[in-house]
């Protein structure tokens, strides 16, 4: 049976009534906004990733997932669900990591700041006896040792190098981050698990010296 997908001109449907929920475009899923990747149009009809879901006008949605967004640029899917020749971004695949990685980014810097990272090796290794963790972010470049004395608790992310780590805390390396119950860590988990679900085989890794922030507005 031939798939109806949803019209770009009806972001909402009475199937689709909440505004947390959206329907993936390509498996015709409804899921939280949260766990979804947000595409618009420039005005020059080219998809742009809102990362943010803060770009102007309706929005395409697709699960966080590799496959799902090669499914719906191999199969055209943006056009048929926008009802128009749309233009897709030979790097669209990178652009989303690349935001993604920069907003989980700019969100660990956040969290820092409001007391909810614990930054050095050793101090983690004293917040994860005393029970004060959620969670841990671990290097993918970090050494057996430190991998060995934190596999006991949930590691969210081993996508970033110690140097990503380091230079979002404002430091040289970081090998294993450690988070504490906060919103932001709340925040961080789901923005980590579209990176994760977006991720390439070798991951992309945002250019850190540029310190951009995610787009929020249409690229003209």
């Known amino acids: 049976m031939t798939k109806a997908y949803p019209s770009f001109s009806n972001e909402t449907t009475p ?22 990747v947000r595409f618009a149009l420039d005005p020059s009809k080219t998809i742009v990733p809102d990362i943010a879901c803060k770009l102007p006008g309706r929005g395409l949605w697709v699960t966080a997932d590799a496959a799902l967004i090669d499914e719906a640029i191999q199969k055209n ?21 690349q935001l993604l990685a920069r907003r989980c980014l700019d969100l660990l810097g956040l969290a820092k700041a409001a007391g909810a990272v614990v930054a050095r ?22 050494g057996n ?5 934190t596999q006991r608790i949930k590691c969210f992310s081993n996508l970033m190098t110690r140097d990503a780590l380091g230079a979002a805390l404002g430091r040289e390396q970081a090998a294993v981050v450690g988070l504490r119950p906060h919103s932001l860590t709340k925040k961080l988990k789901q923005e980590l698990a579209r990176w994760q679900g977006v991720a390439l085989p070798n991951p992309v890794l945002v250019n850190l010296q540029s310190n951009q922030p995610c787009v929020t507005e249409v690229v003209t």
Do not use: N
Request: charged residues 35%; hydrophobic residues 40%.
């Open 145 to 149: 040792d430190i991998k060995k004395k």
């Open 77 to 97: 899917l943006f056009s048929k669900a926008a009802k128009t020749k749309v233009i897709v971004p030979a790097d669209l695949k990178d652009q989303i990591e």
């Open 15 to 36: 199937e689709v009534s909440s505004p947390s929920v959206r329907r993936c475009l390509v498996s015709l899923e409804v899921k939280p906004k949260s766990e979804l």
């Open 121 to 142: 090796e050793q101090k983690v290794l004293e917040a994860l006896s005393s029970h004060e963790l959620e969670g841990i972010l671990l290097a993918c470049d970090a």
